[in-house]
């Protein structure tokens, strides 16, 4: 509008009140003089002003006054009402922008049943160490709708249905709250006001301890990326799942996955990052390591694992009854991945971002597979 008066196709703006224009008394005055100089009056019904008026703005100065007071108050009166609500456990929820469930006629939280199913989907591949830009991905590729009804996943949007505790059937209220009643700006509630926490308020998508073993290991996955000083856990660890997972035995440095061009023909070999710092200057002594070996090293420490099963399956009976909920998710985890005892002869992709936690690539050869359950099995790579 204000576009138009300044284009000349408007000649006097008509409103209901000083509070329809605007609830600030700074923007009442700057746009009503940036109108006035374009000879533009604004015409306010209830108060009966016309800024074109000599004596208008006065009045129109201490009336604005009064209508950001009026929302002021308004928003406060809200925020109690709203608040109140809260003390007695009644939720005060969009659903809209809240995947998973909708509203039934009573304002209760009802699951919705193929949001559901994406939200199910999303925490088991994630648990079966499926990184969330991955994840995105593929929703994306299968153009699976979000909340707003498009197919726009993110990795922020992944992480927000994973630690949203509405999943298993609890709430948090005032998560966030309004910083600024005239700007609406809101803010993370880090302590400013009181929040309030209901159990089993509605039906759980996701299962109580499921939803648990899933933030221990989001906290997990997050101390890996700071031990290691790593910013992802990998883009694209569906395909290279070694990605961010082979670190240096001398100096700990992460290995990057490099193309080396030969007279025969190119290879892949992963190398310390800290080798070649400055071209031609050497900042690590570990040497490179055949893709090829890799791969071959890791289908020999797992298959290591399948001929023992027996050994190790009462370590993962006890873990599985373990308090710890991530503990005893992965023990269920290795006693069904090592159900079939058959030896692995191609890398499974799927099974490594499952069961693996990290290598190191140590001096003579060696290589030492650290997984999930705690296990640690050194491979020899060189004769």
């Known amino acids: 509008m204000i576009a138009d008066c300044e284009a000349g196709k408007i000649d006097l703006i008509i409103t209901k009140s000083i509070s329809r224009f605007a609830r600030n008394t700074q923007d009442c005055l700057n746009y009503s003089r940036h109108l006035k100089d374009l000879g533009i009056g604004i015409q306010f019904e209830k108060e009966n002003i016309n800024t074109l008026d000599s004596t208008g703005e006065l009045l129109f100065t ?15 009166n809200c925020q109690w009402g709203i608040r109140s609500l809260f003390k007695q456990g ?16 009573k304002g209760h939280l009802i699951i919705n049943k193929e949001q559901g199913k ?38 922020a949007t992944i992480m927000s249905i994973l630690e949203n505790e509405k999943h298993m059937g609890d ?57 290691h000083g790593l910013r992802t856990m990998g883009r694209y660890t569906d395909t290279q799942p070694f990605s961010n ?53 890791f289908i020999m420490a797992w298959n290591a694992i399948l001929e023992n099963r027996a050994e190790f399956l009462p370590k993962w009976e006890e873990q599985s009854q373990s308090d710890n909920p991530l503990m005893a998710f992965r023990a269920r985890q290795f006693i069904k991945a090592t159900e079939s005892t058959e030896p692995m002869q191609v890398l499974d992709c799927a099974l490594i971002s499952m069961v693996f936690d990290h290598c190191t690539v140590e001096p003579l050869g060696v290589v030492g597979f650290y997984f999930l359950d705690g296990t640690r099995i050194g491979i020899a790579t060189q004769e």
């Open 90 to 105: 009644v939720l005060h929820i969009n659903a809209n922008r809240f995947y998973g469930y909708d509203k039934d006629e």
């Open 171 to 227: 709430c948090i209220l005032q998560k966030t709250y309004t910083a600024d009643y005239l700007t609406k700006r809101m803010e993370k509630n880090e302590g400013h006001i009181e929040q309030y926490y209901i159990k089993d308020d509605h039906e759980p998508i996701i299962d109580k301890d499921f939803w648990n073993a899933t933030q221990m290991e989001i906290t997990r996955r997050r101390d890996y990326m700071k031990e």
């Open 62 to 76: 201490i009336l604005s006054s009064l209508a950001q007071d009026e929302s002021r108050s308004i928003s406060e």
């Open 245 to 297: 997972r082979v670190f240096c035995g001398e100096c700990g440095n992460v290995y990057w996955r490099r193309t080396l061009t030969r007279l025969n023909g190119s290879i892949k070999v992963w190398m310390c990052g800290k080798r070649y710092q400055q071209k031609g200057v050497r900042g690590c002594n570990s040497e490179s390591l055949k893709e090829a070996d890799l791969h071959h090293a």
């Open 118 to 155: 994406i939200v199910r989907w999303v925490f088991e591949s994630y648990m079966d160490g499926i990184n969330p830009d991955v994840i995105a991905r593929k929703l994306n590729e299968r153009g699976v709708p979000g909340c707003m009804g498009e197919p726009k996943w993110t990795v």
